[in-house]
């Protein structure tokens, strides 16, 4: 019976951390060292948890750093990853590329500043961009619609609501 339970609660686990093999989650579900040798499995793995880290340690300073020039290569070395195994696990732990992850960061952030008031021209600078036309066209490409359109949406979600 008992270990009747702790088969559901296992599946239960997996069905909730899909990215993660079965050894892992036995791991973390009984403290054990069961298949701690196997660091050539990509499924979920102490290696891959181990560059799942590190990849973790470069989102987490893409979100802190986004206002400035960001590049593959810091990352990478953040990462202790090559520059093209680091881009193929942060997409495959983030499902886009990170230039992407950073462009989407930007834009949203850039859509509260818009929301408070700043100048479009100045919101460009303060997220990271360029340029204005680089805000714009990345700002186009993320949200499907200019900075102007987005503001006077919600200018005019704003008016209905009043």
């Known amino acids: 019976m008992g270990d009747a339970m702790s088969r559901r609660r296992l599946s239960r686990s997996c069905q909730r951390a899909e ?27 102490l290696s891959t948890m181990k560059t799942d880290l590190a990849v973790t340690r ?5 979100q ?4 400035e020039q960001v590049t593959l290569t810091q990352l990478a070395a953040l990462s202790t990853l090559s520059v093209s ?17 950073l462009c989407a960061l930007r834009i949203q952030h850039a859509q509260q500043l818009l929301l408070d008031g700043m100048p479009k ?14 805000f714009a066209r990345h700002f186009r490409r993320i949200c499907g619609m200019t900075p102007t359109m987005f503001l006077e949406t919600r200018e005019d979600s704003a008016a209905c609501c009043d």
Do not use: N, W
């Open 64 to 67: 802190s750093h986004f206002r």
């Open 85 to 101: 195994r680091f881009v193929t696990v942060f997409r495959h732990r983030y499902g886009c590329s990170p230039y992407r992850y």
């Open 58 to 62: 470069a989102y987490a300073f893409m």
């Open 121 to 134: 021209s100045h919101v460009a600078a303060e997220v990271g961009f360029f340029d204005h036309s680089h």
């Open 19 to 45: 990215r993660y093999s079965v050894t892992t989650l036995l791991q973390i579900f009984f403290g054990s060292s069961v298949g701690r040798k196997r660091t050539h499995d990509s499924s979920g793995s």
